[in-house]
């Protein structure tokens, strides 16, 4: 045994680039090939192997340093005599992988920890991004849990034949709380709200499996809001009260005709079909005391504005006291969620599964628009449109919305009243 220098080799035109990594420790026994650190250039990432087996005695630098060519990287303690095994090399390279199911049972998926950084090679990081899949949820089977392929295309394995088992191992990964709240001040623990703890596993499941992307925009529903204000009872002549809420519904069904992807489910997207729905049932997010439910407006396509006004009422005075039934909580062609009556403008609505995109509405507000060479006041709705980007992609979401716009507008608004 004697000690030996491990420096960088000729690496062509990196000079004076910063080590990113590093990937070894005083005290640590390698082989030959083993990967010491990781250089990085503004065009490339360059791994530097070592040239002998042994046990490192001391480390050289550290992450940040700036090395060159002849730069000392490590001391290691290093046989004399140096033994390839070129054969073993070759049946490694050559060998293919087959992937059992047993196998890939045996995979661990890891929780993140803050400030924790996966050691894997440029290659294997770039090999992930390209499927998609963070680097930092793998176990690596390399020395010091190093990442390589082979971990990847196992951890994919996972995903394809098993896409649960990953989401079942992060939640059975709970982060445990340090302290007692009580330890920093006066707490009360009050019961959650039945409704919502029945709601939580629900809203889990739609924000982890469904790829969500919201649009946002703003129609102008200046005429809209002049016609439902001079709507009259034509026995008493007073006003009537109708919610522009009937009126956006009645906008919605419209364009769900026009595009009925946004009326549709996918219960599996393996299987490769998708169910497009030819009834109308509008979902409506009510505000409660034990919580948010979204009963349904029924062929909401049937109905004119009025019986539409009539209905929401009801149905919201019936969650309110909890005399609504459940089955009015599922079979919905898409939902609405409303904060006009609250406030706010913009925000990022949840799909509410198996439904495919929900469409959030804020409170309107006038607005300066510039229109035919003059600024004038107009009545503007902010519209948030949450889709499930595996089915709609972002052009017809922009479609949408501009559909949704236009029955919304001023020369369509008086036709929602039939």
């Known amino acids: 045994m004697s000690n030996k220098d491990l420096i960088v080799p000729n690496i062509g035109d990196f000079k004076d680039v910063e080590v990113i990594e590093v990937l070894i420790n005083e005290g640590d026994n390698i082989k030959k090939n083993d990967p010491l650190i990781t250089i990085e250039s503004d065009k490339s ?39 390839e095994n070129i054969k073993e090399d070759k049946k490694l390279e050559n060998k293919k992988e087959t992937i059992s199911q047993p196998e890939i049972n045996k995979i661990e998926i890891e929780e993140k920890k803050p400030g924790s950084i996966k050691l894997a090679s440029p290659k294997a990081r770039k090999f992930a991004r ?3 899949i963070d680097v930092s949820e793998i176990s690596g089977s390399e020395r010091l849990g190093r990442v390589v392929e082979s971990d990847i295309k196992k951890f994919a394995a996972i995903k394809i034949n098993n896409p649960n088992e990953i989401q079942k191992k992060k ?3 709970k982060i445990q709380i340090q302290y007692a709240h009580s330890e920093f001040g006066e707490v009360e623990v009050k019961d959650i709200p039945r409704i919502k703890r029945i709601a939580a596993p629900h809203l889990v499941n739609s924000w ?10 703003e129609a102008d529903i200046t005429e809209m809001e002049e016609f439902r204000n001079s709507l009259t009872d034509i026995y008493s002549g007073k006003r009537k009260k109708i919610t522009p809420l009937a009126f956006i519904i009645k906008a919605l069904v419209t364009s ?55 209905e929401l009422k009801q ?9 609504i039934d ?37 409170r309107s507000y006038k607005k300066q628009i510039y229109i035919k060479d003059r600024f004038e006041t107009r009545t503007v709705l902010p519209l948030s449109l949450s889709y ?18 236009e029955n919304l507008g001023r020369n369509f608004a008086y036709k929602l009243a039939v």
């Open 45 to 83: 990432s360059v791994e530097i192997p070592s040239i002998y087996s042994g046990k490192i005695e001391k480390l050289n630098l550290k992450v940040g340093d700036k090395v060159s060519e002849g730069s000392s990287i490590a001391t290691i303690s290093a046989k004399d005599e140096i033994v």
């Open 130 to 132: 390209e499927l998609g």
């Open 171 to 173: 939640t059975e990964k």
């Open 208 to 217: 982890s499996s469904i790829p969500h992307v919201t649009n946002h925009d």
């Open 256 to 310: 769900l005709k026009n595009f009925p992807n946004f009326n549709s489910s996918i219960d599996d997207i393996d299987v490769g079909k998708i169910t497009l729905k030819k009834y109308f049932h509008i979902g409506i997010a009510v505000d409660t005391p034990n919580g948010l439910m979204v009963p349904k407006i029924r062929n909401a396509n049937n109905k004119n504005i009025d019986q539409i006004s009539k």
């Open 315 to 323: 149905v919201s005075e019936d969650c309110r006291n909890l005399k």
């Open 326 to 362: 459940k089955k009015e909580f599922f079979g919905g062609s898409m939902t609405i969620t409303s904060l006009g009556g609250i406030g706010g403008s913009f925000f990022t609505p949840i799909i509410n599964y198996p439904e495919v995109a929900i469409l959030g509405v804020g």
């Open 388 to 405: 499930d980007h595996r089915i709609i992609d972002g052009a017809e979401a922009a479609r949408f919305n501009n559909d949704i716009k």
